[in-house]
């Protein structure tokens, strides 16, 4: 007789928790921006029958196999915060350099403003998601436009305030400038091939979205110019809530999407000739190593979804003063010690560190 699961069984089989994820309590996972992570299970960890003797072990090899199918492709979006703890060493924590740097260890009045500053951030963007969630919770493209139209806000305001402090000569960082405009570059496409889709097809989308726009600029600005590490931790929650949507989208309705056609908008900004910009924004890997195909509107939607997890990569390396660099910025022969690859320092990073710098360190030696 050939053995079989019963419902019963299936419902009874519990994995032991130490092989189970830690929830952060905010719905976001800890698991690597873009990377695919399929369930491991760790040799000590069983699977046990809560009321009846242990199955067989072609049963387990059964449940095990269903289980890694289910979760082979899963792909999560890393938070960059734990809000129950601060991370007792820096190096994991997402600011500030490691003790390797040799830079001086967080302060706690710093560690409780970092903590203020996500916690606000999580909070606003998850009181953003629950409103979206309700309006567009069946009506997938014009929630997309919606979410790419005030996407692509933050790159123009973080551009709008470097150019002013360029302006002032407070510092000046052309790798900033040149990363958020393909930042910016990037998400306005995403933008014309949801427009293409017709997400943006009644005017009550087009009236919320752009209104929502402008008020986010200005709020960005404030916050950028206040403190740019809270800014960028912002736009990570963003755009990690931007991944995770797509993410859902193509899990669910991949099979359709690979009988539809591509917008000719995506065909020619994911396979076009020139694509400077396109490597521009890609912060994490060297330039020409991404080349995405498209021959459906799956692959369209597959690569903006890897689009939104490389803006939170960026996102996430912005929030360390000065640690951001241009893929361009060294060829790939250049060596790490080389003058021309290094980023100089900025002499502050928004008015709260001009202020907090004012305060504590001495003041210029003067010539005599």
């Given at each position: ?245 797509y993410d859902k989208f193509i899990k669910s309705q991949g099979d359709e999407l690979k009988k539809l056609p591509a917008p000719e908008v995506a065909v020619r900004y994911y396979t076009g000739d020139d694509m400077y910009l396109f490597d521009e924004f890609q912060t994490s890997r060297p330039p020409n190593t991404r080349r995405p195909k498209i021959d459906n509107l799956y692959d369209v939607f597959y690569n903006i979804r890897e689009d939104e997890a490389e803006h939170c990569k960026t996102m996430k ?52």
């Amino acid at each position: 007789m050939a053995n079989s699961i019963s419902p019963l069984h299936v419902s009874r089989i519990s994995i032991s928790p130490p092989c189970l994820p830690k929830s952060n309590g905010f719905g976001f996972s800890s698991v690597l921006c873009s990377s695919v992570n399929p369930l491991r299970l760790c040799s000590d960890c069983g699977l046990r029958s809560a009321s009846q003797p242990r199955p067989s072990s072609k049963r387990l090899v059964r449940v095990l196999a269903t289980i890694l199918q289910e979760d082979e492709e899963k792909v999560v979006v890393e938070k960059s915060f734990n809000p129950k703890g601060f991370p007792e060493k820096e190096k994991e924590g997402t600011y500030g350099a490691s003790p390797s740097d040799g830079a001086p260890a967080s302060s706690g009045v710093e560690k409780w403003t970092i903590k203020l500053e996500q916690s606000i951030n999580i909070l606003l963007t998850e009181s953003v998601v629950k409103i979206l969630d309700t309006l567009y919770h069946d009506r997938d493209y014009a929630r997309f436009y919606v979410l790419e139209t005030i996407a692509r806000v933050p790159y123009f305001a973080f551009v709008s305030v470097l150019h002013m402090y360029e302006s002032f000569g407070w510092w000046r960082r052309a790798d900033y400038l040149k990363v958020h405009f393909a930042e910016s570059w990037n998400e306005m496409h995403h933008l014309l091939i949801m427009e293409e889709l017709g997400g943006n097809s009644w005017w009550v989308d087009r009236f919320l979205a752009q209104h929502i726009a402008a008020l986010y600029y200005f709020m960005t600005v404030f916050m950028y110019a206040l403190s740019p590490r809270m800014a960028y931790h912002f736009s990570e929650c963003v755009e990690s809530h931007a991944f995770e949507t797509y993410d859902k989208f193509i899990k669910s309705q991949g099979d359709e999407l690979k009988k539809l056609p591509a917008p000719e908008v995506a065909v020619r900004y994911y396979t076009g000739d020139d694509m400077y910009l396109f490597d521009e924004f890609q912060t994490s890997r060297p330039p020409n190593t991404r080349r995405p195909k498209i021959d459906n509107l799956y692959d369209v939607f597959y690569n903006i979804r890897e689009d939104e997890a490389e803006h939170c990569k960026t996102m996430k390396a912005c929030q360390t003063h000065g640690n951001l660099r241009s893929p361009h910025s060294c060829s790939g022969d250049a060596v790490e010690d080389d003058a021309g690859c290094l980023l100089p320092e900025a002499d502050c990073a928004g008015i709260a560190d001009c202020i907090k710098k004012s305060m504590t360190e001495p003041p210029p030696a003067t010539k005599t």
